[in-house]
């Protein structure tokens, strides 16, 4: 019968182990702070008892969800003894992930009121364990596989947000296309800087309207995932929650983590995230906005929310370097040409 006994590598056979030894725990956690991804890391504890001893001290993690759960056959590889418990830990590690980042989590469902699952099932379980023996986290970046909202093609739909024990900020950009524009079409399109009437009643206002309820939904969903991993890891300093897509992204930093360990988490009722408070919106459009390298977009629209009361002047500078510096390239230019338009505003019930 195959063993699943683990050995740690012999470093006399090939190296002096003498010279290896003389390199500083510093360094080598300089090392791994370096390569950060969460399935490096745990083969790392495979390969002396060195590295499974400074592993768990790592600062910076990054969990590539979807590479993670393309993981096969690497629970054997993985095993350790279990004379040791922090190897035990990292033994499970790579089998655990496979095994379970893919455990159903009920969360949003998508616009059409169908039953496909908009967010990746991953449970607040699952990252939580995931993390349970690293003790020293400063930055963690969480990777899901695929964007929260679907869109049809030819859109454009960006989030950015930021919270505390609540939303804070969020802001969203959204296009009904992108594309390269022929230079006899530029400034082809009548535009007096009012919203014009056909955007009320072609169905244009109900489709932001469903862009914005379900980018905040992909937030909070985000964020009721991020809550025992940041009670559990009080060295945290910052968490970023995002996907390949490069749709949404979520952000906490030092007082946002601060905030949210002494404030209780509001869950909404219905499902599992947090809950929307009533918000206060900002939304400015274009029938049609220059970008940089030739680019348009039809139908920009820019979308700025924050919790109603707290839109004082204080904090007003604050909120704009947020949607100043939520994109980058084309999207930060779309950005600083939609602010400068006339400004609607709305107001939102909390969810």
């Not at 274009?286 to 904090?315: C, F, H, W």
Request: aromatic share 8%; net charge neutral; glycine share 6%.
């Amino acid at each position: 019968m195959q063993s699943n006994r683990i050995y740690y590598a012999d470093l006399d056979d090939d190296v002096d182990q003498g010279e290896f030894d003389k390199i500083p725990d510093s360094v080598v956690l300089i090392i791994l702070n370096k390569l950060a991804d969460i399935r490096s890391l745990g083969r790392c504890t495979a390969v002396c008892k060195r590295f499974n001893s400074l592993v768990p001290y790592v600062q910076d993690v990054y969990i590539n969800i979807d590479e993670v759960v393309t993981i096969n056959g690497d629970s054997d590889d993985s095993s350790y003894s279990s004379s040791h418990k922090p190897r035990n830990f990292f033994s499970n590690l790579l089998k655990y992930m496979f095994f379970n980042l893919l455990k159903p989590l009920y969360h949003l469902r998508n616009s059409n009121n169908t039953n496909k699952t908009l967010l990746p099932q991953v449970s607040q379980c699952t990252l939580d364990q995931i993390l349970r023996n690293f003790h020293h986290i400063h930055n963690l970046w969480i990777e899901l596989p695929t964007a929260d909202v679907e869109t049809e093609d030819g859109v454009l739909l960006k989030w950015k947000a930021e919270f505390g024990s609540t939303l804070q900020n969020c802001v969203i950009l959204g296009g009904t296309q992108i594309e390269r524009k022929p230079v006899t079409d530029q400034g082809s399109l009548e535009d007096n800087g009012s919203i014009p009437e056909s955007f009320y009643t072609n169905g244009g206002l109900k489709l932001r309207v469903v862009w914005t309820i379900s980018s905040l939904i992909a937030a909070s969903t985000r964020h009721y995932l991020l809550e025992p991993i940041i009670k559990n890891h009080a060295t945290l300093k910052a968490v970023i929650f995002t996907d390949a897509a490069g749709q949404g992204t979520l952000s906490m930093g030092i007082e946002q983590l601060k905030e949210f360990r002494e404030k209780p988490l509001a869950a909404s009722a219905s499902s599992r995230r947090t809950q929307v408070p009533a918000s206060n919106m900002k939304l400015r459009y274009a029938p049609y906005l220059d970008l940089p390298k030739g680019l348009g977009m039809q139908g920009a629209t820019l979308v700025a929310i924050r919790p109603a009361g707290e839109g004082s002047g204080s904090n007003k500078k604050e909120v704009e370097a947020f949607v100043h510096g939520a994109f980058d390239g084309p999207f930060k230019a779309a950005v600083k040409a939609l602010v400068k338009r006339r400004t609607y505003l709305l107001e939102m019930n909390g969810f």
